[in-house]
């Protein structure tokens, strides 16, 4: 009987295949890490901006929500990590009518509501804007740096119209 036993060219080829399936291994598992830490950091983020909401809403809750900056910005506090920043723009709210043109109880505008006073109409008290919070991480540039946008609806009160009841 003759003993059969493994070349060196078998033996490279299975160095080779190991090797490269180590090597994948590392790299899934960098990314599972990068991924992982991203992921955490949002979760970080989202809990202190709902804290910061809230904080918002709570200096005012019943007139016109006047807590929530309508243009603003800062760093956000409570995320555990330095460099996570916030910014708020405020835009008219399109394509959206509340039932019968009504917001707890007031009338407001839309888009499709303005235009010139016409007969025993009910003027709008508010018009409707949204405000998008959006959140960042100052550490990163470009679209990678955006974690988060969150938009809140929001009535705007109207100033009242000259020579109309207010």
């Given at each position: 009987m003759r003993c059969r036993g493994v070349t060196l060219i078998?033996?490279?080829a299975a160095l080779a295949v190991m090797g490269g399936l180590l090597t994948a291994a590392v790299l899934v598992r960098g990314r599972l890490d990068h991924?992982?830490?991203?992921?955490?950091?949002?979760?970080?983020?989202?809990?202190?901006?709902d804290r910061m909401v809230a904080d918002w809403y709570a200096q005012d809750p019943t007139r016109w929500r006047r807590g929530v900056p309508r243009h603003g910005r800062g760093?956000?506090?409570g995320a555990g990590e330095i460099g996570l920043a916030w910014q708020t723009q405020t835009r008219p709210l399109r394509d959206y009518a509340p039932p019968a043109g009504r917001l707890d109880g007031r009338t407001v505008q839309t888009s499709g509501s303005a235009g010139p006073p016409q007969p025993n109409r009910v003027e709008p008290a508010a018009r409707l804007d949204v405000v998008t919070l959006r959140v960042r991480d100052t550490q990163r540039d470009g679209d990678a740096a955006v974690l988060f946008d969150l938009e809140l609806v929001l009535p705007t009160p109207l100033p009242p119209r000259s020579g109309g009841t207010p």
């Open positions: 078998e033996v490279l991924r992982s830490h991203t992921a955490l950091r949002i979760q970080a983020a989202a809990d202190a901006a760093v956000l506090v």
